[in-house]
């Protein structure tokens, strides 16, 4: 009965046990990721962007917020202690992962490099709460400075052709200059 109790308390007051907002980016590199949520009303915010990088990388991170105000006075949207967290691991597997750093954003832009990331799963979790009669709204953009695939150690057989006959064309035109 206590159980119960609880349970409907919970909903009552509007809070949840659920898991996070997950999004599921794959791989990541540069040519990036970005989000921009809200929510609607007070409360929580809990957001997970899950991505893997195929190469070491850094990772840079740019994030803000936005408020709003009403003509009366009253904050429509708004978020407090809004925090962007990155972790290397698999969200939701039950296991520990690693935090790999965290950073407070406001509204301004703020910019973090999470520098000498290896190659891997990882995922950014977005914080704070929301004190706005309307909810909150935030923007996350982020970018990986190395590809998310190995670049090919040895040429394909056709770059490498057009290559030599780019060079021949060349030298033969340099040979006719020069009897001319």
């Known amino acids: 009965m206590k159980s119960v109790l609880i349970l409907a308390l919970l909903a009552a ?4 046990a659920s898991a996070a907002n997950v999004t599921d980016w794959g791989a990541l590199g540069p040519d990036g990721m970005d989000a921009r949520a ?23 991170s740019t994030a803000n917020y936005y408020t709003a105000t009403s003509l009366k006075g009253v904050n429509t949207v708004d978020l407090v202690d809004a925090t962007l967290s ?42 704070g709460t929301s004190t706005g009669t309307k909810g909150s709204d935030y923007y996350l953009d982020v970018v990986a400075n190395a590809g998310t695939t190995p670049l090919p150690a040895v040429p394909e057989p056709e770059n490498a052709a057009l290559l030599f006959a780019g060079l021949g064309a060349l030298a033969l035109m340099a040979r006719r200059r020069k009897r001319a």
Do not use: I, K, N, W
């Open 38 to 60: 809200y929510t609607t009303a007070p409360g929580a915010v809990d957001d997970v962007y899950t991505f893997t990088l195929g190469d070491p990388s850094d990772v840079m």
């Open 86 to 127: 990155l972790y290397m691991g698999t969200y939701g597997d039950g296991v520990t992962d690693t935090s790999m750093g965290s950073y407070a954003f406001g509204t301004a832009m703020t910019d973090h490099t999470f520098a000498g990331l290896t190659a891997g799963s990882y995922y950014f979790e977005v914080t």
């Open 13 to 16: 007051t509007g809070l949840s």
